[in-house]
């Protein structure tokens, strides 16, 4: 009996050995490369620059050849800036009435880059068309290591939404407030699109806790009108003291909360005591 429990133990024992070493030999599984371009809401007729991104790559990159497609429609693409690579730059906007840009650089002399982030470019995006939204597609024709061989990627495309909704940045806050006791906020807004109820929402959080403060607004406007929006954020006796960074944003109705937001305002400080 004793030989036979002797044995077991081994038995674990050596099942215990085997399992660490396995896991020490085990690379460490990483994070798959993703080429970005982030999504953003533009007012008609207004210019937004977003970046477009290598992330998370584990590969020293030497080169990217990248497309990106969008509704001409909706959007232009009315400049081309180079971003982290050091080497050649080569823009290619001949095809914006087509929808499609392209963008080839490298890092030239330097061997390769590897950062968690890497700019490729920086894309200027105007907004022609008015209460519509569209996809940037990333189509990467090419992403190379400093071995000249593939990178596994996945791409991450992004949407720019032009606004039917313009907010005022001239938004009225107090610049302080009381737990357990509401702030009162005006938004003007103007709509530029069809008539539609929208909902006004102020959002935000403590600086340093992130306890979070909310509040609603609703209204009916039509086509071409503004109107000053009334919002009452109620601030809980539990509330944190501090600062808070709160910021307007404006949905329809309809979206409302899970839908792209129609407008975003410019954030603005509120102190708690």
């Not at 429609?73 to 392209?102: E, H, L």
């Not at 597609?137 to 949407?159: A, H, K, R």
């Not at 005006?186 to 909902?199: A, H, K, L, P, R």
């Amino acid at each position: 009996m004793v030989i036979m429990m002797m044995k077991r133990h081994l038995v674990a024992a050596f099942l215990v050995a085997v399992f660490i070493l396995v896991m020490a030999v085990m690379p460490l599984a990483s994070a798959q490369t993703e080429v970005v371009i982030p999504s953003s809401v533009i007012e008609q007729g207004q210019s937004t620059t977003v970046p477009i991104t290598i992330e998370n790559t584990a590969d020293a990159v030497s080169g990217i050849t990248v497309n990106l497609w969008f509704n001409p429609a909706v959007v232009n693409v009315t400049g081309i800036t180079q971003g982290d690579f050091p080497g050649s730059f080569t823009p290619n906007t001949a095809n914006t009435a087509d929808g499609w840009v392209r963008v080839v650089t490298e890092v030239g002399a330097n061997p390769s880059l590897t950062d968690a982030s890497i700019v490729v470019a920086n894309v200027t995006i105007e907004a022609v068309g008015v209460g519509t939204s569209c996809s940037l597609g990333l189509e990467v024709v090419s992403l190379l290591n400093d071995s000249f061989q593939s990178i596994p990627y996945t791409p991450m495309n992004g949407t720019v939404t032009v606004s039917i909704v313009q907010i005022d940045d001239y938004w009225s806050l107090p610049s302080t407030g009381i737990s357990g006791t509401s702030i009162n906020a005006t938004v003007n807004i103007t709509n530029m699109g069809d008539e539609s109820w929208f909902v006004v929402s102020i959002s935000g959080a403590e600086i340093e806790t992130g306890y979070p403060l909310v509040g609603l607004g609703t209204v009916k406007l039509p086509t071409g009108e503004s109107v000053n929006v009334p919002v009452r954020i109620a601030v809980s006796g539990n509330a944190d003291p501090g600062s808070y960074t709160l910021t307007p944003v404006v949905y329809k109705l309809a979206d409302y909360p899970a839908g792209d937001p129609k407008a975003i305002g410019s954030g603005k400080s509120v102190t708690i005591s």
